[in-house]
């Protein structure tokens, strides 16, 4: 089990960039596949990244690719999601999952634990 917790979020004017973070308890954190998801006002819950236990592969959906980066340390039980030239359709609350295993999945109901969500708002 692992319980997960996200910080980092907040008000950035377009173009700019916020690095959330997402610490999880527990010893066997390394077992667990690790993804940021976000939902906006009125709209489903969309996967956004993740990353493999150890980090050896990432996973992006489109509309973020080269923006945003998804990074692990283990040895602090912390994924992080670097985001770069952030745009008004990125607001959003993200959230923190995990799951186990090394099976990607993009939808939400696949993951096991979930993070409270931190709000992003880009301002244009």
């Known amino acids: 089990q692992v319980q997960v917790v996200e910080s980092g979020g907040g008000l950035v004017q377009a173009g700019g960039s916020l690095r959330l973070s997402c610490a999880a308890s527990?010893?066997?954190?390394?077992?667990?596949?690790m993804a940021w998801f976000r939902q906006a006002p009125g709209k489903e819950r969309e996967f956004v990244a993740a990353?493999?236990?150890?980090?050896?592969?990432?996973h992006y959906t489109d509309s973020v690719k080269g923006r945003f980066t998804i990074s692990r340390d283990n040895a602090k039980n912390t994924v992080y999601l670097q985001m770069s030239s952030l745009k008004p359709e990125d607001t959003a609350v993200y959230y923190c999952?995990?799951?186990?295993?090394?099976?990607?999945?993009?939808?939400?109901?696949?993951?096991?634990?979930w993070g409270q969500g931190t709000q992003v708002t880009v301002s244009s």
């Open positions: 990353i493999t236990t150890i980090g050896l592969s990432t």
């Open positions: 999952a995990a799951r186990a295993g090394q099976l990607v999945e993009r939808d939400w109901y696949e993951y096991d634990y």
């Open positions: 527990g010893r066997t954190f390394s077992r667990f596949l």
